[in-house]
């Protein structure tokens, strides 16, 4: 029985940490600027828990091993407070210090807003739909009234956007949204109706959109492609499908698409 | 009785003189330390029940029972029923997952709706009625009083309406299936506003409200238990029994229940507010200018996030909540099937109150992405790192106990190591988890699933299991079969591995949680292998519970006769009969000489020596750490 202990154990430890160490299942190339300091910190945090797992299972399966019942003489003892003050220290030392490296990366995602001259894009999360309105030239975003939202009507009549408010003349409403590539956007989170959470696996963007608050975030994506939006918090029976597409872009394209958006909405 | 002061003739009922107020009844368990001052409300506690009649009918021996003994059996059977519920419902999940166009024989295809119900309830049912339940509830309530030297609970009356309350909130639950738009879909956190307005989805009218009254009724079946065992513990013990010579199990039994009695209040707080929301118009949870479903929702005011931080300040302590007893019986049996004592007792003992005391400053830790404060995160993240500590001192001293000694593979033993190996696996992904940073990525992810399941949905479990195989033979007077116990134990272990190894990875690759549908979302196709592989293994581990059930009842009429001792144990349950009589020791109170785990001693004549054993250990003087 402890030899299979020690079988066993040894190739559950071995056949999880392939997986791991192949990445055979990952995080999508990543596509925004601190996106690599977020994948190193995970590579820290990987090696450190992958030599403490290989450890702790290995030795178990060890332990049960070498200490089967043979009739042998067992150590009577109540323990060792040297060893144990010591292996404290260590893991207090380990958990503690693994922290600190990762804080530096949420202090710049989270601690200071956007720089000066950051493209602003909000996003409004509602059952189960993402919205993307852009405030168009004149910087500003035009007001919003819940009580003339529309949701089956789609587009800026489901924000409920006051279209008598001057400044809504060049918001664009969207369903997709566009990005200029190595721009920083200042993006405005909303939600209509319960918490969704705006997540984009490749730019390792993630939070939560939450109804009565207008959370700020910025980031800026690096490589031009298609990336997959998921809703990441559950907000009712649409959850699975709240998918949505952000496409980043040259900046030549982005500006061609929005100027071509503008001239569609003055034309209506 | 004669008054042993002024020589009165008393009744034989009375515990004090009726003339010059000295105490003159038989002595009965009162901790030594106590001052008069003290004793007297004990004398009064002890004086309703003391003496101790056996009842008699069957409504009193076994349904309406005093005997906390009958009460943890009760319990430990309301667990089983739940724990079977909700392995059904993840069955269903996992079927779905696989196949979403599946018709399920007699009901027709699962709606996404109906998904989610089945996550919510599985959820709420496994958390609440099984691990909150079983561990604390169902063995604590059986043991603590034996394993202390106590005739009975604190409190039997108590005890006796927290199991039947608890019981009232398992029916209240299994009824928001059946009543109009079915059971709620928030998942068991039950996030606002999702949870605070009727219209926002399918069970989230009726059913959501049966849910909360639920949680309300279990909240204050808890609290009474809390107050029990906590009473029972600092109280109750019996000469020789002061608290360094607890078993650990014990320990864990009464942090628990100051975890408990500290945590669920907020729960019910935040329940009865949510209620309130719902069904009288106020706005605690609920902001102004909300539009669900094409309703403009009066509400104005709230905030989501309270809901949040009322849940989760519950929440986190509850989750070790179900993991602290499990941890007290690894420690138990890995002593007693190593033959040797634990390694570091003080030390553990210190790791349990650090968990408990840890686990109320670090509830922020599943809010990093909810728009809290972000300076904010970076102290819960440093709390959350510092709980990860105690539970490694923990591990650390459960390997120090296996070293040199000399193993017996019995099937506790092998869940007890098992235990181990799933704490060590579910407790890694922590680190990951507690860093804001990386939780940018992993939150709402497989990866969070993964963690949770492999230390709950597992560890926890085989805690259970472990307490179940240890303890049968002392409840039901049989032994549970060997073979079956380690047909079941090998393949729950690689089975449960092969469930949730692989959330890890799907985790990674970004997979949401709660989505009841992953074909729509290119980046995620290559992980439908993944989730093919663990629904095979989920629908295999689900059929090896029936091994499980199968050598439980079987064993109850069929096992063999079970002796006293039956695993040379040295704790107090296994100084009286098997199963014990109704007062735990046939009127013969114990007395302790010993710590607990007292196993080669050199010299002594066993290999181990038993709490009650009045004979001298010499080397017990060196290294009470």
């Known amino acids: 029985m402890g030899l299979a202990l020690l079988v066993v154990l040894s190739l559950i430890t071995l056949v999880s940490s392939y997986f791991f160490a192949a990445k055979t299942w990952w995080m999508p190339a990543v596509a925004s600027t601190y996106g690599p300091a977020i994948d190193a910190q995970f590579a820290y945090t990987y090696v450190a828990m992958g030599v403490v797992f290989i450890a702790a299972q290995i030795g178990l399966g060890w332990f049960a091993w070498r200490y089967r019942d043979r009739a042998q003489k067992v150590d009577y003892s109540h323990g060792n407070l040297r060893l144990e003050a010591t292996w404290t220290v260590l893991t207090a030392i380990l958990f503690v210090g693994l922290n600190l490296m990762g804080q530096k990366i949420w202090a710049e995602a989270r601690f200071q807003g956007a720089a000066p001259g950051a493209l602003q894009v909000e996003i409004t999360g509602m059952q189960f739909q993402w919205y993307f309105r852009y405030p168009g030239p004149d910087g500003k975003y035009a007001k919003t009234d819940p009580t003339q939202a529309d949701a089956s009507a789609g587009g800026e009549a489901a924000l409920g956007l006051d279209t008598t408010d001057p400044a809504a003349k060049d918001d664009i409403v969207v369903n997709t949204l566009y990005l200029p590539v190595n721009r920083e956007v200042d993006v405005t989170l909303r939600a209509q109706d319960v918490i969704h959470d705006f997540y984009v696996p490749a730019l390792r963007f993630k939070q939560d959109a939450v109804p009565g608050l207008m959370i700020h975030m910025h980031f800026t994506p690096t490589q031009v492609g298609d990336y997959e939006v998921a809703c990441a918090e559950l907000c009712g029976l649409g959850h699975y499908r709240m998918r949505a597409m952000l496409k980043v872009v040259s900046q030549q394209d982005f500006d061609q698409w929005m100027a071509a958006k503008e001239k569609d909405k003055s034309a209506q | 009785m004669v008054c042993p002061k002024c020589g009165t003739s008393n009744p034989d009922v009375n515990t004090f003189c009726e003339k010059c107020g000295a105490v003159v009844s038989k002595p009965v368990p009162v901790a030594v330390a106590h001052d008069a001052a003290g004793t007297h409300e004990h004398g009064q506690a002890h004086a309703a029940h003391a003496p101790h009649h056996a009842p008699s009918g069957f409504i009193r021996k076994y349904v309406f029972s005093l005997d906390h003994k009958v009460i943890g059996i009760q319990y430990f059977f309301l667990a089983l029923t739940a724990v079977f519920v909700g392995l059904f419902l993840s069955v269903l999940m996992r079927i779905h997952l696989v196949w979403p166009d599946a018709k399920i024989p007699g009901w027709g295809p699962i709606m996404p709706e109906q998904y989610l119900t089945l996550v919510t309830m599985h959820g709420t049912i496994m958390v609440f009625f099984v691990l909150t339940t079983a561990p604390q509830s169902g063995f604590g309530n059986y043991f603590l009083p034996i394993q202390i030297g106590a005739e009975d609970m604190a409190f039997p009356v108590l005890n006796m309406l927290s199991f039947w309350t608890t019981f009232v909130s398992f029916l209240v639950m299994l009824a928001a299936f059946f009543v109009e738009g079915g059971a709620p879909l928030g998942g068991w956190t039950f996030y606002a506003p999702l949870s605070a307005i009727p219209q926002a989805g399918p069970g989230q009218g009726l059913g959501a409200d049966m849910w909360i009254i639920s949680i309300a009724i279990f909240c204050v079946a808890s609290l009474m238990g809390a107050l029990n065992f906590i009473t029972t513990t600092l109280d109750l013990r019996c000469k020789g029994m002061s608290m360094w010579r607890l078993p650990l199990t014990v320990w864990t039994w009464f942090i ?151 193993l017996r593979f019995t099937t506790p033993m092998l869940y007890a190591i098992g235990f181990v190996s799933l704490f060590v696996s579910g407790g890694l992904s922590g680190p990951f988890l507690a860093q804001p940073t990386l939780d940018i990525y992993l939150h709402d992810t ?135 009589p109704f007062d735990n020791f046939a009127g013969k109170t114990p007395v302790v000489y010993h710590g607990p785990y007292e196993y080669s001693v050199p010299g002594a004549p066993a290999d181990f020596v038993m709490q009650t054993d009045p004979s001298e250990v010499h080397s017990e003087g060196h290294g009470h750490d």
């Open chain 2, 256 to 406: 628990t229940a100051i975890l408990g009695l500290l945590a669920f209040g907020v729960l019910l707080a935040g329940g009865i507010l949510l209620l309130m929301d719902r069904q009288l118009g106020t706005s605690f949870f609920v902001p102004g200018g909300l539009v669900v479903s094409g309703v403009q929702i009066k509400h104005n005011g709230g905030s989501p996030l309270l809901w949040q931080h009322l849940f989760w300040f519950f929440g986190h302590p509850e989750v070790y909540i179900a993991i602290l007893p499990g941890m007290g019986v690894a420690s138990q049996l890995l002593s007693t099937f190593s033959r040797k004592p634990i390694f570091g007792y003080r030390a553990m003992v210190y790791a349990i109150m650090a968990i408990g005391f840890l686990g109320f400053m670090v509830w922020g830790h599943h809010m990093f992405m909810s728009g809290m404060n972000p300076y904010s995160a970076f102290a819960f993240s440093l709390m959350t790192m510092a709980i990860g500590v105690p539970s490694a001192i923990k591990t650390f001293n459960w390997l120090g106990t296996l070293y040199r000694g000399r």
């Open chain 2, 446 to 580: 497989f990866f969070v699933v993964a963690h949770f399941h492999l230390i709950m949905g597992v560890a926890a479990i085989f805690g259970i299991f472990a307490g179940t195989y240890y303890w049968f033979p002392k409840m039901f007077g049989r032994m549970m079969s060997e073979t079956l116990g380690r047909i079941h134990f090998w393949i729950t272990f690689v089975g449960a591995y092969a469930i949730f190894m692989p959330m890890h990875y799907i985790g990674m690759a970004g997979r949401p949680r709660r989505y009841s549908d992953i074909r729509l979302f290119e980046y995620l196709h290559s992980t439908m292998t993944v989730e093919r592989f663990i629904s095979i293994a989920a629908f295999i581990v689900a059929g090896a519970q029936f091994v499980f059930l199968v050598n439980f009842f079987w064993s109850l009429w069929k096992g063999e006769k079970a002796p006293d001792n039956p695993w040379d144990c040295t704790t107090l349950e296994w100084t009286t009969s098997t199963p014990p």
